[in-house]
């Protein structure tokens, strides 16, 4: 059996981001983890219109092509990293957008958060928490709260593991991720298959 696939979702799409930034410290964490596989799946490349569905992707999938294309991505995913820049104490637009083109997708797979900006970027993670209920999705606890003072830190030449906190704190967001991923993975899967 090939290992579960976990997409990293990079949500924010502007030009100068600093997602790239904690994008490459967490996949080198991740990548130590043989349990598990991992793939990015960056915004960028699902250039999408402001949500204006006909019929909600509850009942229909999306008819635009580049959600269609996004809905496929994120179906062959076993769970989930989310990657959230806090703006204005919210999730990126472009996330949310995102979001709002899917619906079954997603649903019984579990997502984990690695937020930042101001206070870490918890008031973007917890309003993407109360999104994803609703659409299925099982939010973990574990989450890491990437700082203001942290990106700053980087910016003048440390690394995210010169703060060992960080680092324990995604070593046990991942531990978490991986165990729910297998169990939501068997139980999809359901008995004797």
Do not use: C
Request: proline share 5%.
């Amino acid at each position: 059996m090939s290992k579960p696939k976990i997409g990293i979702i990079i949500g924010s799409t502007r030009k100068g981001r600093l997602a790239d930034t904690v994008l490459e410290w967490i996949e080198g964490l991740a990548g130590e983890r043989a349990d598990l596989g991992f793939v990015r799946v960056d915004l960028r490349d699902y250039p999408l219109p402001l949500y204006d569905e006909g019929i909600a992707p509850i009942y229909q999938p999306a008819a635009n092509a580049v959600a269609s294309r996004l809905s496929a991505t994120m179906e062959a995913l076993d769970g989930y990293i989310f990657l959230v820049a806090e703006y204005n104490h919210a999730p990126t637009g472009a996330l949310k957008n995102a979001i709002d083109h899917l619906f079954p997708e997603l649903g019984r797979k579990p997502a984990s958060f690695v937020g930042y900006g101001g206070v870490g970027g918890a008031r973007a993670v917890e309003q993407l928490r109360l999104i994803l209920i609703e659409l299925r999705v099982a939010p973990l606890r574990d989450a890491v709260h990437v700082g203001l003072a942290e990106l700053k830190g980087v910016q003048d030449g440390k690394g995210f593991s010169d703060y060992e906190y960080l680092t324990a704190s995604a070593h046990a967001m991942l531990e978490e991720l991986a165990w729910w991923t297998h169990v939501l993975s068997d139980a999809r899967r359901g008995p004797g298959q």
